[in-house]
């Protein structure tokens, strides 16, 4: 049989690679979160900065990450990392989390923002965007159960009709556009100086996520000696550039106070070209969502298939179509969850929007794990082969856990009460793992 519980092959190209890290990244949130940045600076070297500055905690991050991946490559990604530094129960928790909310969650998000864009010019009825949700996300989940070239050409793709559009911004807002003078609204965050720069500094962090995926397919990545650290820099620092240009295309032509305008994108193409050209926008949202959605598919079915693999209690999400190149049975799963998220949509939309906003702490938590299982993976695997070591040990990976301290604190000072929906979700994660304890295939540390 071809379902089965094996290990993937190594199908993914460096140039595969880097798509993902580039189209998980430049997401829905660059057309976005710009504007709330915007909102939170008091000047353009301010704004620059702020932009320098997560391109630049990316990268440390990626440096850590690249030794993890490289040293313990596998589809489990983060939560091999944790299993392995701090046992099997800390990564079980994590891996349910992700598996219920954080990478399901991801998906219905995005999937929503092309059903919102898509209901503009094809409305489906009093449940259009749902519909369109839900297509999106049986397309999606098709095309990868079709076969892991499948989803590697769509992403290609993506991610190229992405950098496509986003170049067009560049030039329109750097050399077409003329700057405008538009009201602007109040900055957005309390607390003086220190509070707004935090508060941008969360949505240029939310902007920059993502960049992790690509430990998810570390095992499927040809030479992952090499094509591990190359593919995580190069798209780190293609990401980062582009961010600059987008940004600074958008200052040029609007100034501040007309990037604080949730149209910004919109005047410079609108304005350029006439307003015809304004849809172009909402086609540029459908892509970039599309593509965070498509990838975050792929990794999250990985990450779950690893999952089953090591737990009895999900024993039926560790089994690999050799044939395809793909963990069906993990893709159906998340599709279900995500289809049923989709429907929790319907019913509750902002209940929905707030469960996925406030998993953000749970996210920083467990990133803020993983640095510091690299501190205990050093000291206790002193032997093992490390293609990459990251530069200036002890002081990168002591930068990472600082950055990831500061963003769990942010996201818990920017969700407020909602930080209770993590512990509510790791608390079911916990009590699954006494479920899979009591079924006889208790997980060893």
């Not at 190149?325 to 929007?353: D, M, N, R, S, Y």
Request: proline letters at 4%.
């Amino acid at each position: 049989m071809s379902n089965q519980i094996r290990s993937p092959e190594k199908t993914f190209s460096i140039l595969d690679s880097i798509a993902i890290v580039v189209g998980i990244v430049i997401g829905a949130g660059i057309f976005k979160f710009p504007t709330l940045i915007a909102m939170n600076v008091d000047s353009g070297w301010m704004l620059a900065g702020v932009w320098l500055l997560g391109g630049f905690i990316s990268f440390v991050g990626v440096l850590c990450y690249a030794e993890l991946a490289t040293a313990y490559p596998d589809e489990g990604g983060d939560y091999h990392f944790l299993s392995r530094g701090l046992g099997s129960r800390i990564a079980f928790v994590f891996a349910w989390t992700r598996m219920m909310v954080i990478q399901p969650g991801s998906i219905v998000m995005m999937a929503f923002i092309v059903g919102q864009e898509l209901t503009r010019f094809w409305p489906l009825g009093s449940h259009s965007e749902a519909i369109w949700a839900t297509l999106v996300v049986a397309t999606l989940t098709g095309l990868n159960l079709s076969g892991v070239r499948s989803g590697n050409r769509a992403q290609k793709a993506l991610t190229f009709a992405i950098l496509a559009g986003l170049a067009l911004v560049f030039v329109l807002g750097a050399a077409v556009a003329s700057p405008a003078s538009a009201p602007a609204p109040e900055p957005f965050a309390q607390g003086g100086a220190m509070g707004r720069f935090g508060m941008a500094m969360v949505f240029v962090l939310l902007t920059f996520g993502g960049w992790n995926e690509a430990a998810y397919i570390s095992a499927e990545i040809r030479n992952p000696e090499k094509n591990i650290v190359r593919s995580l820099l190069a798209g780190i620092a293609v990401v980062t550039v582009v961010y600059l240009l987008v940004n600074f295309a958008l200052y040029r032509a609007l100034g501040l106070a007309g990037m604080r305008n949730f149209d910004a994108y919109h005047a410079v193409v609108g304005g350029s070209l006439g307003a015809g050209f304004g849809p172009m926008i909402s086609l540029l949202v459908v892509v970039a969502a599309l593509s965070t959605a498509n990838v975050t598919i792929i990794t999250g079915a990985r990450s779950n298939f690893a999952f089953g693999r090591d737990f009895g209690l999900l024993r039926f999400l560790g089994r690999w179509d050799a044939r395809r190149g793909t963990p069906g049975v993990a893709l159906l799963f998340q599709g279900l969850i995500a289809c049923l998220l989709i429907l929790l949509g319907v019913w509750h939309k902002k209940g929905l929007e707030a469960m996925v906003d406030y998993t953000s702490p749970a996210f920083w938590f467990f990133f803020l794990l993983t640095g510091i299982s690299l501190f205990l993976l050093r000291l206790r695997d002193r032997d093992r082969p490390r293609p990459f070591r990251v530069p200036l040990y002890p002081l990168t990976p002591l930068l990472f856990v600082v950055f990831c301290a500061f963003m769990l604190r942010s996201s818990l000072i920017y969700t407020g009460r909602g930080a209770l929906v993590s512990v509510i979700v790791m608390a079911t994660g916990a009590l699954a793992l006494a479920v899979n304890a009591l079924l006889g295939a208790r997980p060893s540390d």
